[in-house]
């Protein structure tokens, strides 16, 4: 198992412009979750999927779109990229959401929005 | 409001020593309380969970937490620190109120164990 991986790592992104967070999980979780990790500010979630066709917002959702089409991928989606989306990003997932489940977290994008 | 808490940014420990980690908690109901780690430019890994039971809960690489329900405090320990521990240590309350169950993150704090 590959577990979570996202992709890209890095990118560098002009005020403005849009990109899409690829997130993919094989471990065929029903839960998937993208957070943001500013320094000093912990984890903040920003939207979450319980299901294939089924998202809702987190805590910061305002500047991001997802779907989630199939079980195994839930991209997000930048439109108007802006200077306060600098951060890392990271994807988990979990099997359900039960009070005693784990989340699994991908490797984190990093990005910059110069 | 349901929060969780650590007190410390930065923890420094000399190899060897013990290590703890501090954690505090305010939920209704029972508390569902998790550690993870973060490596550097790594994602966050699980460590250990408390869901009910034995208050001394071990997890992965030699840590436990030990569940104080009087304290509202679920502190992560390391009886033997190593230069490897060194990484950023968060811990996180599930949200029982509502349906969406949610984790609630503490800061983190960044632990240097130094040889």
């Known amino acids: 198992n590959a577990g979570v991986t996202q992709t890209p790592k890095f990118r560098i992104l002009k005020i403005g412009q849009s990109m899409t967070l690829q997130c993919t999980q094989d471990?065929?979780?029903?839960?998937m979750y993208w957070y943001r990790q500013d320094p000093g500010m912990g984890l903040k979630l920003i939207y979450y999927s319980v299901g294939a066709g089924i998202t809702d917002k987190g805590e910061v959702p305002n500047g991001y779109n997802v779907s989630r089409s199939t079980t195994e991928d839930f991209p997000l989606r930048l439109e108007l990229a802006a200077p306060s989306q600098t951060s890392v990003y990271f994807c988990?997932?979990?099997?359900?959401?039960?009070?005693?489940?784990?989340?699994?977290f991908g490797p984190g994008t990093r990005l910059t929005v110069l | 409001a349901q929060s969780v808490a650590q007190p410390e940014d930065q923890v420094n420990v000399a190899e060897g020593n013990p290590l703890t980690v501090k954690c505090t908690y305010s939920?209704?109901?029972?508390?569902?309380l998790f550690w993870y780690v973060q490596y550097p430019n790594r994602g966050l890994q699980f460590l250990l969970k408390?869901?009910?039971?034995d208050n001394l809960v071990k997890g992965s690489y030699g840590f436990e937490a030990e569940f104080n329900k009087s304290q509202t405090s679920f502190h992560l320990k390391k009886p033997s620190a190593l230069v490897s521990d060194s990484a950023l240590y968060f811990c996180?309350?599930?949200?029982?109120?509502?349906?969406?169950?949610?984790?609630?993150w503490g800061l983190g704090t960044s632990l240097a164990v130094n040889p």
């Open positions: 471990m065929n979780h029903n839960y």
């Open positions: 988990a997932s979990s099997r359900t959401s039960g009070m005693s489940d784990t989340q699994y």
């Open positions: 408390y869901i009910t039971g």
């Open positions: 996180a309350v599930r949200d029982n109120a509502g349906n969406n169950r949610k984790l609630i």
């Open positions: 939920v209704s109901g029972n508390p569902y």
